[in-house]
């Protein structure tokens, strides 16, 4: 049984980075049969993919293009989990986000995070 | 990379079938069989019902079925229940290694 638990703080100010963190139980950060995901939902932009790191063997990521110039996602293999970093955030940040499991083949999300709702404000 | 079209809100009674569409381009819906999706309810993480258009995981009741013509697929529901009532999401591998989900239907059991 898969499980994702998320943690990171939920208040972050303009222009400082976002960082939430992702612990993965059941699996691995570093299998080669699936990638693992951030993906975020708020009102105004309802579900958005955000980016994916995995092993092929070697370490890769794909980051949307909405972001790709602030986002970073890293594996922590000594501690399988892995991390999201979105730098000079704006209130348009401001959204609940999810850590997803993608298997390879299939190319959907079959295990989510519990969601972490982070405000940007003042 | 534009949001899929989905209806706003559908709605059945228990024991009817429902369908709900999602329409998106030739790049995206119309070049892959990598369309899933998703139901939440209130507060919830997603949940995964369909992927690659048609299948199933194990633990989802077969009430549920997906399909796809064109640039269009489709989530029908059949035997409506009142644990059904929640938000659909469906989302389609894209280009670049991206995805793209639509703007989510609201599913009502009358």
């Known amino acids: 049984q898969v499980q994702l638990q998320q943690s990171g703080p939920g208040l972050v100010k303009p222009s400082q980075t976002l960082s939430l963190t992702c612990a993965i139980s059941?699996?691995?950060?570093?299998?080669?049969?699936?990638?693992w995901h951030w993906i975020r939902q708020s009102p105004s932009r309802g579900l958005e993919w955000l980016g994916r790191?995995?092993?092929?063997?070697?370490?890769?990521?794909d980051y949307a293009v909405s972001v790709k110039s602030r986002i970073s996602i890293n594996p922590d293999t000594s501690k399988n989990q892995f991390s999201l970093q979105l730098n000079s955030v704006t209130p348009e940040d401001t959204a609940v986000y999810y850590c997803?499991?993608?298997?390879?083949?299939?190319?959907?999300?079959?295990?989510w995070g519990q969601g972490t709702l982070v405000t940007v404000s003042s | 990379q534009s949001a899929l079209t989905q209806p706003a809100s559908v709605s059945g009674s228990p024991g009817q079938s429902i369908t709900i569409s999602c329409t998106g381009t030739?790049?995206?819906?119309?070049?892959?069989?990598?369309v899933s999706w998703y139901q939440q309810h209130p507060d919830k993480a997603p949940k995964l019902m369909i992927y690659?258009?048609?299948k199933r995981p194990s633990a989802v009741s077969n009430r549920f079925s997906g399909s796809k013509s064109g640039n269009t697929a489709s989530l029908t529901i059949s035997g409506l229940q009142a644990e059904d009532e929640a938000n659909y999401y469906c989302?389609?591998?894209?280009?670049?290694?991206?995805?793209?989900f639509g703007g989510g239907t609201k599913l009502t059991v009358l």
């Open positions: 997803a499991r993608g298997p390879w083949i299939q190319l959907d999300f079959d295990c």
């Open positions: 059941g699996d691995s950060v570093s299998s080669n049969s699936v990638a």
């Open positions: 790191t995995y092993f092929r063997p070697k370490r890769f990521n």
């Open positions: 030739s790049s995206d819906v119309g070049s892959y069989n990598l």
């Open positions: 690659e258009v048609t």
């Open positions: 989302c389609s591998y894209a280009p670049s290694n991206t995805w793209v």
